[in-house]
């Protein structure tokens, strides 16, 4: 059985990872229908289960140091399981400490703004996991596929020009550069569908009831522009996977290893941080026994004093022998 130690995710989510400055064909360079040939779907669902458990982990502990936060990018083409990767990898993280923000075409408000100011807006706090379920990366997606979108976003005219492509990815890698030196990690997943599986998955929304309202024909239109999206993927992994923030091509056509994957490089990216609860100083530490004390004298007569610490010492014993002190035994805060 595979396992989630710190060295084994860094070489599992290795494969995954686009080398900053290399040139990408998407097509050529990542399959789709990768998984790994030591997992099946059973083995990966309990991979998936320690994945959740140590992103639990890890989030509090991001939360209590306070001064490190996590954006997740998620981009893919539709059908390709944003909404299903979200739900799992995140299962079991505290949804206090995260923040998922779906964006769809601009509003009339934020076209009258920069194209990065919804996200910027959105960014989460120091503590935070915060997800873009599809980013401003659709501004080099969705935008270059079909340039007339740039019409309407009241643009002067210098930046519609033949090089608008070229310096939206500059704008991208200094803004994530930037946000990375306030100690913000960017973490990058692109999940990478085939166009049979899109197919077959289009068609299990029609032919399933309950999955109808998931089915929009508009979705089945933009099939006609793959070979446009293939293109503009691989020009934006290519220009924008930096040292800082690198993306990460998530093999999509098998959701369980999709969601292995995508916790891993998750994972990786919070061991990195490595978030520590922060340690009282001695004059509050003092202050707890002082309350610990206060707290243990109130407890009732044959109560253990500080339950918490008995049941800790019960399990380190492991036969239960070793107790607490309790109130009104020999031991205790009073004889009878």
């Not at 669902?45 to 991001?62: D, I, P, S």
């Not at 068609?203 to 309202?213: F, G, K, Q, Y």
């Not at 093999?251 to 520590?276: G, T």
Request: aromatic residues 10%; hydrophobic residues 35%.
């Amino acid at each position: 059985m595979a396992d989630l130690r710190p060295k084994r995710i860094a070489e599992f989510i290795e494969p995954l990872r686009v080398t900053p400055g290399r040139r990408v064909t998407l097509a050529k360079h990542f399959d789709p229908g990768y998984k790994a040939g030591f997992l099946d779907k059973e083995e990966g669902e309990q991979l998936l289960a320690q994945g959740v458990e140590l992103l639990n982990e890890y989030q509090e502990r991001l939360a209590a140091q306070d001064t490190h936060g996590v954006v997740v990018v998620l981009q893919a083409l539709d059908a390709a399981g944003k909404d299903g990767t979200i739900r799992h990898v995140m299962s079991g993280v505290n949804p206090q400490g995260v923040s998922v923000h779906s964006y769809k075409a601009p509003s009339s408000l934020e076209l009258d703004h920069d194209y990065l100011w919804r996200f910027a807006s959105n960014l989460p706090r120091r503590g935070e996991i915060g997800i873009f379920n599809r980013s401003y990366y659709e501004e080099v997606l969705v935008v270059r596929v079909h340039p007339e979108i740039l019409q309407n976003q009241q643009l002067p005219r210098r930046a519609r020009g033949r090089d608008v492509w070229k310096k939206r990815y500059r704008d991208i890698n200094a803004w994530e550069q930037y946000i990375t030196d306030q100690g913000f990690t960017v973490v990058k997943l692109l999940l990478n569908l085939s166009k049979e599986e899109q197919r077959t998955r289009f068609l299990r929304r029609i032919d399933l009831p309950d999955h109808n309202w998931k089915f929009s024909a508009a979705d089945v239109k933009e099939r006609a522009y793959w070979d446009d999206y293939q293109k503009a993927f691989s020009e934006m992994l290519s220009a924008t996977s930096t040292e800082w923030a690198p993306w990460y091509v998530i093999p999509a056509d098998h959701k369980w290893f999709a969601r292995i994957c995508a916790s891993a490089v998750i994972a990786d990216a919070l061991i990195k941080i490595n978030p520590k609860f922060p340690k009282v100083s001695p004059e509050a530490h003092d202050a707890l026994m002082e309350t610990k004390g206060l707290l243990e004298a109130e407890a009732p007569d044959g109560a253990e004093a500080d339950p918490f610490e008995a049941e800790q010492a019960s399990k380190a014993d492991g036969k239960g022998g070793k107790k607490g002190k309790k109130k009104g035994s020999k031991k205790g805060k009073k004889s009878k």
